[in-house]
């Protein structure tokens, strides 16, 4: 059974197709990569799995469990985390206290006080960050960091909810070409380590190539190739549409600019 499973999912907007029974899997432990042009359908897939569109057609399934149209919350406590293409902290705390925030949560203590609340959840917060990289700037004010290392300390809120799986839009926006190849190894590495299944979209096409265990193409709302990087790379039509007729110069993907539409 996979950790994920989107079933025939459809998706229109007044006379706007987003999606056409679009079907795919994450497996546990795995990256899957949904790619394509802009307005593809991309975001739209992203928020039907997540919870803030409901289908019109198809279910979602977590771990043998219909989530279709539970809202954000709820699909949160049943564990689906989430990372954004614009990343975000509480500026005015400091990076430890950013990730006790989300295992306050996480163990529905939101009634504590602060001045309480601020020892909780500390030496698993310290846990997260160090994780992700972060741990010797736990008392940082997360205004201070650039904007890479704010991205890391995204994803360790994330992972504060303890989540099967994690949906990450556009990961790596924003950020230098050697921080992205950082960003996408750790990702993957925890990938690993928690049996977390990762569904994301990216613009950068070295980074999906380089990490996704599978990639999805859509295009128009319908998925137009599917299956290891290597054989969505040498797909004649995924070339012609998305990926710039004959590749990179390497013979890889042509770096776009597509965009989690």
Wanted: no cysteine; charged share 20%.
């Amino acid at each position: 059974m996979s950790l994920l499973a989107a079933e025939g999912l459809d998706k229109s907007f007044g006379g706007v197709v987003a999606a056409r029974n679009v079907t795919f899997a994450v497996e546990a432990g795995k990256l899957l990569a949904i790619i394509g042009p802009n307005g593809a359908g991309k975001s739209t897939i992203f928020n039907m799995v997540g919870g803030q569109l409901r289908p019109d057609a198809g279910r979602v399934m977590l771990a043998g469990h219909d989530i279709t149209g539970l809202a954000p919350r709820r699909i949160w406590r049943l564990g689906v985390g989430r990372t954004f293409q614009v990343a975000q902290t509480f500026v005015s705390m400091t990076v430890a206290e950013n990730v006790q925030m989300a295992l306050i949560s996480r163990h529905g203590r939101t009634r504590a006080w602060w001045p309480d609340a601020s020892g909780l959840y500390r030496e698993e917060a310290i846990a997260l960050l160090d994780r992700v990289g972060m741990s010797a700037n736990a008392e940082r004010p997360s205004s201070e960091l650039a904007y890479g290392d704010v991205k890391r300390v995204e994803l360790a809120v994330a992972l504060a909810g303890a989540p099967k799986l994690l949906l990450m839009d556009e990961p790596t926006a924003g950020m230098a070409p050697k921080e992205r190849a950082q960003l996408m190894e750790l990702v993957h590495g925890i990938a690993r380590e928690r049996g977390l299944g990762v569904l994301f979209t990216e613009h950068d096409m070295d980074a999906v190539f380089a990490h996704a265990d599978d990639i999805i193409v859509l295009v128009r709302g319908e998925i137009i190739a599917a299956g290891r990087p290597d054989e969505v790379r040498a797909n004649a039509r995924v070339r012609e549409v998305y990926l710039g007729g004959s590749g990179g110069a390497d013979g890889g993907p042509a770096r776009t600019s597509a965009t989690a539409g």
